[in-house]
């Protein structure tokens, strides 16, 4: 048996709705309950979440002026840039080198006055020391006694016609030239080295020499109180045959001896 609030008894109908209506109360105080305390958990979560955004912002802000202050420290530390500072005084000039010789350190330019004076037209220049000596020119045919030496002589000059043999050789008008060699000498005389040149015109041009007709080399020696002969042959026009020199040198320790003169 079921009463009403005001203590009467309840059908079975009212004791029904009675308990949908408590029911009903009782399911609309429970949602406010949970609705209320999820309001609370939504709000402590969102000041949680903010709260770690604020803590992340400010750890990172401070780690960056860390790395700006560490930077800016090694760009100020001494010798950490090539390039010097506004502040830095500027540098002096470079020392010199002490191997770059100073234009007062120059060894000055020889004066006119300390330079070799030029022989004149009437000074005879002087001979090189490596110069060979040699004998004032004679005649063709005169005699030359070298000094401790032998006596050298033109004996004879022909007119012949060359004819070509070795390489270089032209055939053609030529001359032999035949000279005699005689030891006055208590020594042989070694003859291996002695050479006989001639020289045509004023030009003093060398003649060619060439083998043949009847060409002979001096013998390889001469003895004492004996004679030694060689016949040589040089290419040369008619034309050219005034004003002949030939030169004889027995070798380097004897002097050059020269004979000048017309080839007929």
């Given at each position: ?56 912002v400010g750890v990172a802000l401070a780690w960056g ?200």
């Amino acid at each position: 048996m079921s009463f009403g609030e005001d203590g009467t008894i309840l059908g079975e109908d009212e004791v029904s709705m009675k308990d949908d209506e408590a029911f009903a109360q009782d399911q609309d105080e429970f949602e406010k309950l949970l609705n209320e305390r999820h309001r609370r958990v939504s709000g402590k979560t969102i000041t949680a979440l903010v709260v770690a955004g604020v803590v992340v912002v400010g750890v990172a802000l401070a780690w960056g002026l860390s790395g700006l202050g560490n930077s800016a420290a090694a760009e100020g530390a001494p010798g950490a840039s090539a390039s010097p500072s506004a502040a830095d005084p500027d540098p002096g000039p470079a020392p010199s080198d002490p191997a770059t010789p100073r234009a007062s350190d120059e060894t000055p330019a020889p004066r006119a006055s300390d330079e070799t004076p030029t022989p004149g037209p009437d000074e005879p220049e002087e001979a090189s020391p490596d110069a060979r000596e040699t004998l004032p020119p004679v005649a063709l045919g005169a005699p030359v006694s070298v000094e401790g030496g032998p006596t050298v002589s033109v004996s004879s000059v022909e007119s012949v016609e060359g004819q070509a043999v070795l390489p270089g050789e032209v055939s053609g008008p030529a001359v032999r030239v035949t000279v005699r060699v005689e030891n006055d000498s208590d020594e042989t005389i070694d003859l291996t080295t002695a050479v006989v040149t001639l020289y045509a015109g004023e030009s003093n041009l060398q003649a060619s020499p060439i083998t043949k007709p009847a060409g002979k080399a001096f013998p390889a020696d001469v003895a004492p109180g004996e004679i030694a002969e060689g016949a040589f042959v040089f290419e040369l026009p008619e034309n050219e045959r005034a004003d002949v020199r030939v030169e004889v040198d027995l070798s380097v320790s004897d002097p050059l001896v020269a004979f000048s003169g017309d080839i007929e």
